[in-house]
């Protein structure tokens, strides 16, 4: 047994799911996942959202980003605020935290359903280096789930061929930049023709989503909606700070 495995063991021994709060870790009794301190801090994306990007605005309508330059994806859709709680959790399930994928991609699941049904989902690929260091990419843990959950494939036509700088501080312009040509097309097949589901982590500025949109288009996917476990509030004057690294 390698000592990834064996740590998750013991971690999953110790701290079986819904016994403990996902985020603080303290005891609680109610089958939920988080303790009653914990539990207000964690928002859903349940109130007006912009149509098209899925973040949440102040009033229902298209956001300005999304007016001024469409997202690659036709729509989107995002379970919980990519802050305070929301935000500590995602980070939490990037950092180890494995498990959480059934909770995450269980409300992501519920979120897709808002969306034109797929013919299978996929993930935004990270690095072979990335992944070993990791151990996992968060974003295949997440589809495996929605799969499961929607009955469809998780296909896997993208590989991601180098390093990028963390996206953190940059804007849309310069994430995407960043990000030019890093992801590569490894299998055409299982999108070609296809309505593609794109499961990721977090939506922030939507660059990481865009370029993998881009390769997904190129491979031939006939649309693809995108459907994350966080976003971003959209503010009319930047709510770009946090994106992660991928
Ligand atoms: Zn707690
Ligand atoms: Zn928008």
Not at 2 to 21: E, G, H, S
Not at 196 to 211: F, H, K, M, R, S
Request: net charge positive; aromatic share 6%.
């Amino acid at each position: 047994m390698d000592i990834r495995k064996f740590l998750k063991t013991a971690r999953d021994k110790l701290f079986p799911q819904n016994i403990t709060c996902d985020l603080c870790g303290a005891e609680i009794f109610d089958g939920g996942h988080f303790c009653g301190r914990c539990a207000p801090t964690v928002e859903f994306n349940d109130k007006t959202v912009c149509p098209v990007c899925g973040r949440r605005t102040a009033r229902p309508e298209i956001c300005t980003e999304c007016k001024a330059d469409a997202p690659k994806f036709k729509k989107a859709a995002s379970a919980l605020i990519y802050s305070d709680g929301g935000a500590k959790l995602v980070l939490k399930f990037k950092n180890g935290a494995s498990y959480l994928k059934e909770y995450l991609g269980t409300l992501m699941a519920e979120k897709a359903k808002t969306l034109p049904a797929c013919d299978c989902v996929t993930f935004v690929p990270i690095t072979k280096k990335r992944r070993r260091e990791r151990g996992y990419n968060q974003g295949e843990l997440l589809a495996e789930v929605l799969g499961e959950k929607l009955g469809i494939p998780v296909v896997s036509p993208l590989e991601k061929k180098r390093e990028t700088a963390e996206q953190k501080g940059l804007t849309k312009a310069e994430r995407l930049q960043n990000l030019k040509a890093c992801y590569k097309i490894r299998d055409k097949s299982c999108v070609k023709d296809k309505t593609v589901l794109l499961a990721d982590d977090v939506l922030t500025t939507g660059a990481t989503a865009d370029e993998a949109c881009r390769e997904l288009t190129i491979a031939g996917a006939k649309a693809v909606y995108l459907v994350t476990a966080a976003s971003v509030e959209y503010k009319q004057n930047g709510s770009k700070k946090h994106e992660d690294k991928k």
